[in-house]
């Protein structure tokens, strides 16, 4: 799994025709694969999963391994839109300790981050280790600065919201991410604003659960003054 996800993020591993939407629709097969899932870990007491780094991201660390599935008689093939079919979604398993649910990594939107990960990856070389900094929305973490790079944004509409464009953030560390605090406002405000919301909360969590996809090539967020806000694990 740490080869695919290398590749992935790379922006070099599949073909063009990845880039267009599917005609399936994403929801069509996760409840197959929900079910396969389910009577794999009861029949296995285990989960069909890839093996994962320990410090690999959330929920990039989940991988389903249809393999497994096919093993166990459980799934005659991949579904159609999955990355192992030629599509646009990596199938992926969120709360695996709790309630295993199946959910989807759209790839166009992981290849971007990579792409633009590489981008400054190579500006940071060429630059005496500087980063490419816009705008600062937190403490050591900004817009990144595309016109420094001499590039234009990737044009990728998030997952969560088919009316907008993804932004992209750099720590201070120099690792890059997809900027979800628009759509975790957008979500805030349509339930009613921060008064449910906890201190510690990871709010990533409010996308995963109410959507099919998991928000990858993240930060974790937490609510401070009025708003999302990106921080790292530990600070």
């Not at 600062?136 to 990737?154: E, M, R, S, T």
């Amino acid at each position: 799994m740490l080869a695919l996800l290398t590749v992935l993020a790379a922006g070099c591993m599949y073909p063009n025709e990845l880039r267009k939407q599917n005609t399936a629709n994403p929801a069509e097969f996760i409840p197959v694969v929900q079910g396969a899932v389910d009577r794999f870990h009861a029949k296995t007491g285990v989960l069909p999963i890839k093996n994962s780094e320990e410090d690999t991201p959330i929920y990039e660390k989940y991988m389903i391994d249809f393999k497994k599935l096919q093993e166990h008689g459980l799934i005659s093939t991949p579904p159609v839109n999955s990355f192992e079919s030629g599509g646009l979604f990596l199938y992926v398993l969120v709360h695996p300790e709790t309630k295993p649910e199946v959910k989807l990594l759209e790839l166009s939107t992981y290849q971007s981050a990579g792409d633009v990960q590489n981008w400054v990856n190579d500006y940071k070389k060429k630059n005496g280790g500087q980063l490419p900094k816009g705008e600062q929305i937190a403490p050591y973490f900004y817009y990144v600065d595309f016109g420094k790079l001499g590039k234009k944004p990737p044009q990728v509409k998030s997952v969560y919201n088919r009316n907008s464009f993804i932004n992209y953030i750099v720590h201070e560390s120099g690792q890059v991410a997809i900027d979800y605090a628009p759509d975790l406002m957008l979500y805030i405000k349509a339930k009613g604003g921060e008064g449910a919301l906890k201190p510690d909360e990871d709010l990533r969590e409010l996308l995963v659960q109410d959507s099919l996809f998991v928000p990858g090539k993240s930060f974790p967020y937490r609510w401070e003054n009025g708003q999302p806000i990106p921080y790292l694990p530990g600070t």
